[in-house]
């Protein structure tokens, strides 16, 4: 029941942007703290931005301050927008709900690709 489900990814040339977004249904989805990780091939998954339950406070990764993370929980879906976008962006994207130690979920995740 629980889903998260990330959209938003594709192909874009340096210095571009994305907007990635991540619907979520089947838990209270204010009540949880949300983050965007990627992860390249060859590589652990890195924490790229987070955002707290209220979205009062955030958090990036220092390779990504030209990110910006939001959320709207009337519509429970998180966002990442991506400006000035680098080859070394390329990734694939994954939202993540927690609460606590008790519930983490994960999407599927989203391919983003910086290319010329």
């Known amino acids: 029941q629980v889903q998260l489900v990330e959209s938003g990814g594709g192909l874009v040339q340096p210095g571009g942007s994305l907007r990635l977004s991540c619907a979520a249904s089947g838990f209270t989805f204010s009540s949880y703290d949300m983050s965007w990780y990627r992860q390249a091939p060859g590589t652990e998954r890195e924490l790229v931005a987070a955002?707290?339950?209220?979205?009062?406070?955030t958090y990036y990764a220092d390779s990504v301050n030209r990110f910006t993370i939001s959320r709207d929980n009337r519509k429970s879906t998180v966002y990442l927008q991506m400006n000035s976008l680098k080859s070394e962006d390329t990734a694939v994207y994954y939202c993540k709900a927690r609460r606590g130690n008790l519930y983490n979920y994960w999407g599927q995740g989203t391919q983003v690709t910086v290319s010329s």
């Open positions: 955002i707290t339950s209220s979205g009062m406070r």
